[in-house]
């Protein structure tokens, strides 16, 4: 069996792009959670004839062989899927991994057999460009579910994430005949009584977090029944109260909170702090789920979070490797592999007379001993275009030109000279190492 799923409260781009891979893997069986915002449920109820979904729990998930997660790679944020994951992940030759995400790095992001992930908008759009070199025909209803998808996480190309590949991919669903109309009934639903009672629940209760750098709001609530809409909800709080960031924690009867956060653009990567919760998300909007006895350990936990990252606002300077081990354009290749095995490097910066002049990676070797290459000088097969990054950037800053130049390490150069190296293993490790501290 191949299941297709996302994560465990399903939205549009979750559902979009399960969708959109089912019509690249034939034969797949879309399963969910059983959990979804309120107007994923409703469309679901209305199109349940046309886009057909499974419960998890009704599925013989010892059975499947292929896995494929979208919109998630956060193996905390997939429970319903976990005894196949164990299964992955304890190396079963029975179960095959594959991911299509677009969210940042987090601790416990799956390793899986196959991966894309790219830093746009939304995942429904790393799906719709496949969709489109592949040229595989989608109709109306397709294209308005994938639009939605794309709509819901970017704000409409509002949000910061938002990309001209989000943009593009639009178009194109424009092209297909993407019924805008339906997109903003169901994107943007009327409130119904109890949803505007908690709204302003939330803009009397929430108060400021002082001492955390920006403006950093809180709400916490003791709550009855979690509407399907929390997210909306907070976020229409986010939207009329004056903090950079927001952060709204729901109590449950069942010990369970619901933590949900917004943050303007450049103020609290919100996907990092939830992290360290147990959830996960992007730079501007992120949920966890927590088991505890009281609202106030739910808080002290925010609390001590963001007190960690306002004291460790390190810089690249602090994770870079130094002195740099460099090669020149002449450097023979064969002698450049057995120097990378016996430092332990992925690559190394080309310099000549100084000054950086290329990149060259494991990756180019092997690509030149595929191709016969492999008795020519570095100067044959390194990237003359080579990225690089300052000393004082931060380390989300490196990790975003990482991610937007699909590299792996980034020269570190001050005033025109190469001082380090830092790689997405330097930022992987520390990323550990921070959580389990």
């Given at each position: 069996m191949k299941l297709i799923t996302t994560h465990e409260t399903t939205d549009f781009d979750g559902l979009a792009s399960c969708v959109a891979l089912q019509k690249l893997l034939p034969g797949s069986i879309i399963g969910l959670s059983g959990g979804s915002a309120a107007n994923v449920h409703q469309y679901l109820a209305l199109h349940s004839d046309r886009f057909r979904t499974e419960r998890c729990q009704d599925l013989d998930l010892d059975a499947v062989e292929v896995l494929a997660v979208v919109d998630v790679r956060s193996r905390s944020r997939l429970p319903h899927v976990e005894s196949i994951i164990r299964r992955a992940v304890g190396g079963s030759p029975s179960v095959r991994l594959v991911v299509w995400d677009h969210h940042p790095v987090s601790a416990d992001d799956l390793r899986p057999d196959e991966e894309h992930v790219q830093p746009v908008g939304a995942a429904t759009t790393l799906l719709v460009e496949e969709l489109r070199a592949r040229d595989i025909d989608i109709d109306v209803e397709e294209a308005t579910l994938f639009a939605l998808g794309i709509h819901e996480d970017t704000g409409s190309l509002a949000y910061s994430r938002a990309s001209s590949r989000d943009a593009n991919a639009l178009g194109w669903l424009l092209g297909r005949g993407a019924r805008s109309e339906l997109v903003q009934r169901f994107l943007r639903p009327p409130f119904d009584l109890r949803e505007r009672e908690l709204v302003v629940r939330l803009l009397e209760e929430a108060g400021p977090l002082p001492g955390l750098g920006p403006s950093i709001g809180l709400a916490a609530l003791e709550i009855e029944q979690a509407p399907a809409s929390l997210a909306r909800v907070s976020a229409e709080a986010f939207r009329i109260l004056p903090?950079?960031?927001?952060?709204?924690?729901?109590?449950?009867?069942?010990?369970?909170?619901?933590?949900?956060?917004?943050?303007?653009?450049?103020?609290?990567?919100?996907?990092?702090?939830?992290?360290?919760?147990?959830?996960?998300?992007?730079?501007?909007?992120?949920?966890?789920?927590?088991?505890?006895?009281?609202?106030?350990?739910?808080?002290?936990?925010?609390?001590?979070?963001?007190?960690?990252?306002?004291?460790?606002?390190?810089?690249?300077?602090?994770?870079?490797?130094?002195?740099?081990?460099?090669?020149?354009?002449?450097?023979?290749?064969?002698?450049?592999?057995s120097s990378l095995a016996e430092w332990q490097h992925t690559g190394a910066p080309v310099l000549q007379d100084g000054s950086i002049v290329g990149i060259v990676s494991r990756r180019d070797i092997e690509r030149a001993r595929r191709d016969g290459h492999c008795n020519l000088a570095v100067k044959s097969c390194m990237a003359h275009r080579v990225h690089t990054i300052g000393p004082q950037n931060t380390l989300t800053e490196a990790l975003d030109r990482m991610k937007q130049h699909n590299v792996g390490r980034l020269p570190v150069v001050d005033d025109g000279r190469v001082v380090g190296i830092i790689s997405r293993r330097d930022l992987l490790r520390h990323l550990y190492e921070t959580s389990a501290g």
């Open positions: 903090y950079d960031a927001l952060f709204c924690a729901y109590r449950l009867p069942n010990g369970k909170v619901h933590v949900i956060a917004r943050a303007h653009a450049g103020s609290v990567p919100v996907g990092e702090v939830l992290g360290t919760l147990g959830g996960g998300g992007h730079e501007g909007a992120a949920s966890a789920v927590v088991r505890a006895k009281t609202l106030d350990d739910v808080v002290a936990r925010l609390r001590t979070a963001l007190e960690r990252r306002s004291s460790q606002r390190l810089v690249v300077r602090d994770l870079m490797s130094s002195p740099v081990r460099t090669v020149t354009p002449d450097t023979p290749l064969v002698e450049l592999a």
